[in-house]
């Protein structure tokens, strides 16, 4: 069963452009990760939110927490070809496991 | 600090073969978690190790297995491959107290023919 669901799952956009990322689950996360990936590599750790209506900016990525921590947004401003990526958000459900749930994944391609 | 590395980056075997891949994580990092990437799945979670001790186990057949080590270092093991195995496995360490922010290898790539 998929508790994470990511839209869009594709986004092709011209550079400059803005876009959005939204992650959504029914199920209540302490605390919510974003990585990127790039093909052939690993997910990459991009920022972590803990807080319910948490805002955290990393350069032109801006990442919200919802209030009942169970969604989370991802906004680029001015969207550069080096976005371009696989990008994941991944909850944390706590307790004594370490298990994070990832989401469905949205492919950006930023064109120059 | 060096990253979390695995050997080895790809691997080619055929069905009802094993296989056994290898991680070690970021110096200091106790918890060790490794997750399957598949086109049509995703990354699933398969287990989490701690201390030597398995925390959690995701849902996956008994062929998958693994263990850790007591410098921390973890192994996975896949019996009897079957060609729906092929996948990207990656495994991932992480530090205790932090808000469960795991660091990811570059992951194996095993394909099954």
């Known amino acids: 069963t998929q508790l994470l669901e990511q839209s869009p799952q594709f986004l092709s956009i011209q550079e400059g452009e803005n876009l959005t990322v939204y992650c959504n689950s029914s199920s209540v996360f302490s605390s919510l990760q974003w990585y990127r990936q790039e093909p052939g590599e690993g997910p990459v750790l991009l920022v972590t939110?803990?807080?319910?209506?948490e805002v955290k900016k990393l350069k032109r990525l801006t990442f919200q927490f919802g209030d009942a921590r169970k969604d989370s947004s991802l906004h680029i401003t001015a969207a550069q070809p080096g976005d371009t990526g696989l990008y994941l958000c991944?909850?944390?459900?706590?307790?004594?496991?370490?298990?994070?749930?990832f989401g469905t994944g949205t492919l950006l391609a930023v064109q120059p | 600090k060096a990253g979390v590395t695995q050997t080895p980056r790809y691997l080619i075997k055929t069905r009802g073969q094993q296989v056994t891949l290898s991680c070690s994580p970021i110096?200091?990092?106790?918890?060790v978690s490794w997750y399957q990437q598949t086109p049509g799945q995703g990354l699933q979670f398969l287990f989490e190790?701690?201390?030597?001790?398995?925390?959690n186990k995701g849902n996956f057949p008994g062929r998958f297995s693994g263990r850790q080590f007591s410098n921390s270092r973890s192994e996975m093991n896949v019996s009897t491959l079957e060609l729906g195995d092929s996948a990207l496995y990656l495994c991932a360490s992480m530090r205790q107290s932090s808000y469960n922010e795991q660091f990811f290898g570059p992951g194996t790539r095993l394909t099954v023919l």
């Open positions: 939110v803990v807080t319910g209506g």
């Open positions: 110096s200091g990092h106790r918890s």
């Open positions: 190790y701690f201390s030597e001790t398995q925390r």
């Open positions: 991944a909850g944390a459900q706590g307790g004594a496991t370490n298990k994070l749930i």
